[in-house]
């Protein structure tokens, strides 16, 4: 998964680093002939090898993935948050890293060594965090937000009667005060900043499972089922409540942690998730060229808007052109229509489903990090396709100040940039294009750079290609100005994360200094910029949503090269769509044929 149009990395991770899913199809050719066999039986070895992680695994230590990916046999089971049971994880992680790394890849297509390629990537990555960032002794929202998610996942999608779902929610929820006793047996030393954001959020998970879960379930009549329900629920809320107090009384006072990772972690996440080897030195130099490009442009076009005015006083004035807070939804919901039709218009890319998102209110276990969200079924749901599309709205305690704060960030121009990132043609449209994708690890395992790239990379296309030019009118009409700077704005929001990302996580930036940086250089408002900086000390690289829109481009101005006269942007945007979401690196290499370089 994520803050202003991001898919939060814990909890609606579903549609990011692992939207998950199955294909059944083999795509091993038979070959004729003792080599041809030898090499094909090399590639079968590597699908066996696959399906047995996934299935010993990846699911058996991810449950809640699996029912979000529509694999309904894992709907009982919860996460093992035990100690235990990250040190499970590590040894068989150990064993299976051994195994990929030990297979001989030659003579496989490009397709099959890239999806070993991933998978080890992930091995490596999750490794990384179980032994060496270690936030499962770091933060304790993961545990309070970890278990919402597991109930919000059988909850929010009817895959199955109301009462199967049920039975499947009181078996986990039987298993979620434990999870709280392996919370204050692992936690040591945190962030404060980790703990302030858990004791943010959990006064809407308590919320959320006293009002929301039991409403979800409404339509259940048998009552010995409902008196099960309830018990086991209010045992949650209980637990939570347990961990709020835990959290205030004792272990905000012993957070004093440091939430940096320092370069050399810094750059191995980078490796094994992305793919990306470049210097973090040069990484820097890249996104700060970029945000200076974005400021100047951001300049310009404020300047033909009115020019009496400095960039920031138009920022300022267009920020008050937002919906009134109860409007938003539906202001989302009505740039469907519009979106679809000039992206079908102007053949921008193929959308496999006129079925449209379902706008609702952010799920309270993600609010205190996100601004907006989609959150996607799995390939493997073939009941309960619905997706969602996310928004934040003001909370009801807020101060008059506070809320117009918030609301600025969904001006009129920032509204179409989001629901362009978010469903057409970003989030939405490329995974329905996922179970199409290749093969099972390419449905399984992805990279934040491709699909928070490729969302941020149709905010800008969109525009460029001339969605929002008034009919008769040009790209320097004010209606079209305000859409550039609302699209801008969202860009200096990701630029500012590139580089706040790098410079707090490698010790040269403060808490504080981000949040100046925000403001400053990414012209957000304080409150937005406070939550962009936070939510930066667990996400330490954000810079995915400029890294992977910049690898893009480039991706692009390259095939364009290779197909001269015969290319096509809607064939270019097929082509990397069809392809799953792994790292950029890897769809370079299948439509350019090279390993040139990314960025």
Same mark, same amino acid.
């Given at each position: 998964?994520?803050?202003?149009?991001?898919?939060?990395?814990?909890?609606?991770?579903?549609?990011?680093?692992?939207?998950?899913?199955?294909?059944?199809?083999?795509?091993?050719?038979?070959?004729?002939?003792?080599?041809?066999?030898?090499?094909?039986?090399?590639?079968?070895?590597?699908?066996?090898?696959?399906?047995?992680?996934?299935?010993?695994?990846?699911?058996?230590?991810?449950?809640?993935?699996?029912?979000?990916?529509?694999?309904?046999?894992?709907?009982?089971?919860?996460?093992?948050?035990?100690?235990?049971?990250?040190?499970?994880?590590?040894?068989?992680?150990?064993?299976?890293?051994?195994?990929?790394?030990?297979?001989?890849?030659?003579?496989?297509?490009?397709?099959?060594?890239?999806?070993?390629?991933?998978?080890?990537?992930?091995?490596?990555?999750?490794?990384?965090?179980?032994?060496?960032?270690?936030?499962?002794?770091?933060?304790?929202?993961?545990?309070?937000?970890?278990?919402?998610?597991?109930?919000?996942?059988?909850?929010?999608?009817?895959?199955?009667?109301?009462?199967?779902?049920?039975?499947?929610?009181?078996?986990?929820?039987?298993?979620?005060?434990?999870? *709280?006793?392996?919370?204050?047996?692992?936690?040591?030393?945190?962030?404060?900043?980790?703990?302030?954001?858990?004791?943010?959020?959990?006064?809407? @998970? @308590?919320?959320?499972?006293?009002?929301?879960?039991?409403?979800?379930?409404? %339509?259940?009549?048998?009552?010995?089922?409902?008196?099960?329900?309830?018990?086991?629920?209010?045992?949650?809320?209980?637990?939570?409540?347990?961990?709020?107090?835990?959290?205030?009384?004792?272990?905000?006072?012993?957070?004093?942690?440091?939430?940096?990772?320092?370069?050399?972690?810094?750059?191995?996440?980078?490796?094994?998730?992305?793919?990306?080897?470049?210097?973090?030195?040069?990484?820097?130099?890249?996104?700060?060229?970029?945000?200076?490009?974005?400021?100047?442009?951001?300049?310009?076009?404020?300047?033909?808007?009115?020019?009496?005015?400095?960039?920031?006083?138009?920022?300022?004035?267009? %920020?008050?052109?937002?919906?009134?807070?109860?409007?938003?939804?539906?202001?989302?919901?009505?740039?469907?229509?519009?979106?679809?039709?000039?992206?079908?218009?102007?053949?921008?890319?193929?959308?496999?489903?006129?079925?449209?998102?379902?706008?609702? !209110?952010?799920?309270?276990?993600?609010?205190?990090?996100? *601004?907006?969200?989609?959150?996607?079924?799995?390939?493997?749901?073939?009941?309960?396709?619905?997706?969602?599309?996310?928004?934040?709205?003001?909370?009801?305690?807020?101060?008059?100040?506070?809320?117009?704060?918030?609301?600025?960030?969904?001006?009129?121009?920032?509204?179409?940039?989001?629901?362009?990132?978010?469903?057409?043609?970003?989030?939405?449209?490329? *995974?329905?294009?996922?179970?199409?994708?290749?093969?099972?690890?390419?449905?399984?395992?992805?990279?934040?750079?491709?699909? !928070?790239?490729?969302?941020?990379?149709? !905010?800008?296309?969109?525009?460029?290609?001339?969605?929002?030019?008034?009919?008769?009118?040009?790209?320097?009409?004010?209606?079209?100005?305000?859409?550039?700077?609302?699209?801008?704005?969202?860009?200096?929001?990701?630029?500012?994360?590139?580089?706040?990302?790098?410079?707090?996580?490698?010790?040269?930036?403060?808490?504080?200094?981000?949040?100046?940086? *925000?403001?400053?250089?990414?012209?957000?408002?304080?409150?937005?910029?406070?939550?962009?900086?936070?939510?930066?000390?667990?996400?330490?690289?954000?810079?995915?949503?400029?890294?992977?829109?910049?690898?893009?481009?480039?991706?692009?101005?390259?095939?364009?090269?290779?197909?001269?006269?015969?290319?096509?942007?809607?064939?270019?945007?097929?082509?990397?769509?069809?392809?799953?979401?792994?790292?950029?690196?890897?769809?370079?290499?299948?439509?350019?044929?090279?390993?040139?370089?990314?960025?």
């Amino acid at each position: 998964m994520k803050v202003r149009n991001g898919i939060v990395v814990v909890a609606l991770a579903v549609v990011l680093v692992s939207a998950a899913g199955f294909s059944q199809t083999k795509d091993v050719a038979t070959a004729k002939g003792g080599r041809g066999q030898a090499r094909a039986g090399a590639q079968d070895s590597f699908t066996k090898l696959a399906d047995e992680f996934f299935d010993n695994f990846y699911f058996k230590f991810n449950p809640t993935q699996g029912t979000a990916a529509g694999l309904h046999q894992y709907d009982a089971q919860l996460e093992d948050y035990s100690r235990a049971g990250v040190q499970k994880q590590i040894a068989m992680l150990k064993q299976y890293k051994e195994k990929f790394g030990a297979q001989d890849t030659k003579g496989w297509p490009l397709e099959r060594v890239a999806d070993r390629e991933m998978v080890i990537g992930y091995i490596s990555s999750t490794l990384l965090e179980l032994e060496s960032i270690r936030q499962w002794e770091k933060n304790p929202d993961r545990y309070s937000s970890g278990i919402s998610n597991s109930a919000f996942v059988i909850m929010s999608r009817k895959f199955a009667p109301a009462d199967a779902r049920l039975r499947a929610l009181i078996a986990r929820e039987k298993q979620m005060p434990g999870v *709280f006793d392996a919370a204050r047996a692992n936690l040591k030393n945190p962030p404060r900043v980790y703990t302030e954001v858990a004791l943010m959020q959990i006064p809407g @998970i @308590i919320s959320f499972f006293e009002k929301d879960v039991p409403l979800a379930f409404k %339509e259940v009549k048998d009552k010995k089922l409902i008196a099960e329900f309830g018990e086991t629920n209010a045992g949650v809320v209980e637990a939570l409540r347990g961990y709020q107090k835990y959290l205030k009384d004792t272990l905000l006072a012993q957070s004093n942690g440091d939430f940096r990772l320092g370069e050399e972690n810094y750059r191995k996440k980078l490796l094994y998730d992305e793919m990306v080897d470049v210097p973090l030195d040069k990484l820097l130099e890249i996104g700060m060229a970029n945000l200076r490009q974005n400021q100047q442009w951001f300049k310009e076009t404020a300047a033909k808007l009115d020019p009496t005015k400095t960039p920031e006083q138009v920022l300022e004035l267009i %920020e008050k052109e937002h919906p009134a807070p109860d409007q938003l939804l539906q202001s989302f919901r009505n740039t469907f229509e519009s979106l679809q039709g000039f992206i079908n218009e102007k053949k921008i890319a193929t959308i496999p489903s006129k079925v449209e998102p379902i706008v609702e !209110e952010t799920p309270p276990f993600a609010r205190a990090l996100t *601004f907006a969200s989609m959150d996607t079924p799995g390939p493997f749901e073939h009941v309960a396709k619905e997706a969602f599309f996310n928004v934040t709205l003001p909370e009801p305690e807020w101060t008059p100040k506070e809320v117009e704060e918030h609301m600025a960030g969904f001006n009129n121009g920032t509204i179409i940039s989001t629901a362009v990132h978010e469903a057409y043609p970003g989030h939405y449209v490329q *995974f329905l294009w996922v179970p199409a994708a290749p093969s099972k690890v390419r449905k399984l395992l992805g990279a934040a750079s491709n699909a !928070e790239g490729w969302a941020h990379y149709c !905010e800008q296309m969109m525009l460029d290609e001339g969605y929002g030019v008034p009919k008769g009118g040009n790209q320097d009409s004010p209606a079209f100005l305000k859409l550039r700077l609302g699209q801008l704005q969202d860009a200096l929001l990701r630029n500012a994360r590139y580089i706040v990302g790098i410079q707090m996580h490698t010790g040269k930036m403060t808490f504080d200094e981000g949040v100046d940086f *925000f403001v400053k250089e990414g012209y957000a408002s304080r409150v937005n910029g406070m939550r962009e900086t936070r939510r930066g000390t667990s996400d330490p690289t954000y810079l995915y949503y400029t890294l992977g829109k910049l690898e893009i481009l480039k991706l692009r101005e390259d095939y364009k090269k290779k197909m001269g006269a015969k290319f096509s942007l809607e064939e270019f945007h097929n082509n990397f769509l069809k392809q799953g979401f792994p790292p950029v690196k890897l769809i370079r290499r299948q439509m350019l044929g090279d390993e040139s370089p990314t960025l």
